[in-house]
T-cell receptor, first 113, second 115 residues
């Protein structure tokens, strides 16, 4: 079955850029997602990218997709302490036809002042 | 819309007791998902429904777990009897079908502690 891998921890200093990486095994995803989970809360969609795109930029967020290597990354520019959270990569292995997503285990981002 | 609503937010119970978690999805969403999150295993999909019908329950740990969706606006996840290893945060999520980006909207979760 589909597998989504992420590193578990990332620590950066405030003002630096953060890059969170994700690899996946199935290439049939129509959309690929980044979710953010703040302490004590549920997951919230942060951004997503359509599978025929290589890059998507949204303010401080840049998503890069390398379909050949099955690699997805999320770059956060000028990282702030409020960005401290767990970030989940998710893929849609059924091309939107079955509704369920496959999530990675999440990367805990710690931002030091 | 108020988003996905879950109740209770926190539940503490003793081993052997029955626990019922509740979820109200976003109105108009056709898919409903139940997840469990622990430090050890991360986010696990337990079961999901489409138009109130269970589609995949392969993630349900064992027969002690059951889920129902009697109508489009309500679902329950029941654990009977509960065990300490069931302690986790349980999330409900909903998603609209067809034509969208497939994103799921999560509730705030129910933190379950079984002593």
């Amino acid at each position: 079955g589909e597998d989504v891998e992420q590193s578990l921890f990332l620590s950066v200093r405030e003002g630096d850029s953060s890059v969170i990486n994700c690899t996946y095994t199935d290439s049939s995803s129509t959309y690929l997602y980044w979710y953010k989970q703040e302490p004590g809360a549920g997951l919230q969609l942060l951004t997503y990218i359509f599978s025929n795109m290589d890059m998507k930029q949204d303010q401080r967020l840049t998503v890069l997709l390398n379909k050949k290597d099955k690699h997805l990354s999320l770059r956060i520019a000028d990282t702030q302490t409020g960005d401290s959270a767990i970030y989940f990569c998710a893929v849609d292995p059924y091309g939107g036809s079955q509704g369920n997503l496959i999530f990675g285990k999440g990367t805990k981002l710690s931002v030091k002042p | 819309d108020a988003g996905v609503i879950q109740s209770p937010r926190h539940e503490v119970t003793e081993m052997g007791q029955e626990v019922t978690l509740r979820c109200k999805p976003i109105s108009g969403h056709d898919y409903l998902f139940w997840y469990r999150q622990t430090m050890m295993r991360g986010l696990e999909l337990l079961i999901y429904f489409n138009n109130n019908v269970p589609i995949d329950d392969s993630g349900m740990p064992e027969d002690r777990f059951s889920a129902k969706m009697p109508n489009a606006s309500f679902s329950t996840l029941k654990i009977q009897p509960s065990e300490p290893r069931d302690s986790a945060v349980y999330f409900c999520a909903s998603s609209p079908s067809g034509g969208g980006t497939g994103e799921q909207y999560f509730g705030p979760g129910t933190r379950l502690t079984v002593t």
